[in-house]
């Protein structure tokens, strides 16, 4: 049990450090081509980067309803949650 949600903890950090230098690249690429849009929807390196942007963005999600099924299964936190 340990060992799995070690695994599961850095899996879920790692995810996180990815979305966010995928969320901070678009930011920038966004901020810097505010000014001609037409060019920046056309560029496949950043249709790519949204891409991966997305797939981080929902196995991310996922992670957190993992982890939120594991805390609802704590005993501790099930009597928290659920008196």
């Known amino acids: 049990m340990r060992f799995g949600s070690g695994i599961f903890f850095s899996g879920c950090c790692f995810d996180l450090f990815l979305f966010l230098i995928f969320f901070f690249y678009l930011l920038g690429t966004i901020c810097l081509e505010s000014f001609n849009f037409g060019d920046f ?43």
């Open 41 to 83: 929807f056309r560029g496949s390196e950043v249709i790519f980067f949204l891409i991966l942007f997305l797939f981080f963005f929902i196995d991310f999600i996922l992670y957190l309803l993992v982890l939120l099924n594991l805390l609802c299964n704590l005993r501790i936190f099930r009597n928290l949650i659920f008196f």
